[in-house]
């Protein structure tokens, strides 16, 4: 397995969702927050991942077991060539 290999995972997510999400993190005090200013320069200069070939995920299989485990697998095959 090679230790020197990368792979990006991008969730690709909508402004509207990205804000529902952060709203239902903050209110339930589990992960960190991110301050509201920031969300808006994200999105506007966020540059989609061209070069690095990425292993693309909709923001609404996050939760999703199987979509997990063949994220996991892209990666784990990755390192393996």
Do not use: Y
Not at 23 to 28: P, Y
Not at 51 to 60: K, Y
């Amino acid at each position: 397995m090679r230790k020197d290999a990368f792979a990006l995972v991008w969730v690709q997510i909508d402004a509207p969702r990205q804000r529902s999400r952060l709203l239902a993190n903050r209110g339930s005090a589990t992960r960190s927050d991110v301050v509201d200013g920031v969300i808006p320069g994200q999105i506007e200069h966020f540059d989609e991942p061209v070069d690095e070939e990425p292993i693309i995920n909709d923001a609404d299989d996050t939760a999703s077991s199987n979509r997990v485990q063949e994220v996991v697998d892209a990666i784990r095959c990755r390192r393996s060539h």
